[in-house]
Nanobody, 117 residues
Framework: QVQLVESGGGLVQPGGSLRLSCAAS????????VAWYRQAPGKQREWVAS???????TYADSVKGRFTISRDNAKNTAYLQMNGLKPEDTAVYYC???????????WGQGTQVTVSS
């Protein structure tokens, strides 16, 4: 059974940086893909970034050039480095692990990121 524990959220000023972590229990981490999503109040959940099991990354246009997704398979942990934060980045951020074969998906509990002066 897989459990995800997120950390790193908090309050930061515009232009600042945060690094979110997603630590996964269990033994499936190396073989699954990881994505980060976010959801602002009153809005739909938005995909932010992905890193597949082979290491290739993709990003939403809104965060491209500012955010970096990475993974450390030895630590069963994924990261989202967020630089140049803007107020519109304020949201609850969720870690997602998934695979296609076998079909499975796991979600973290979410961590609040607030960008404000």
């Amino acid at each position: 059974q897989v459990q995800l524990v997120e950390s790193g959220g908090g309050l930061v000023q515009p232009g600042g940086s945060l690094r979110l972590s997603c630590a996964a229990s269990g033994s499936i981490f190396k073989g699954v893909h990881v994505a980060w999503y976010r959801q602002a109040p009153g809005k739909q959940r938005e995909w932010v970034a992905s890193i597949v099991s082979t290491g290739s990354t993709t990003y939403a246009d809104s965060v491209k050039g500012r955010f970096t997704i990475s993974r450390d398979n030895a630590k069963n942990t994924a990261y989202l480095q967020m630089n140049g934060l803007k107020p519109e980045d304020t949201a609850v951020y969720y870690c997602n692990l998934w695979s296609i074969s076998p079909n499975r998906e796991y979600w973290g509990q979410g961590t609040q990121v607030t960008v404000s002066s």
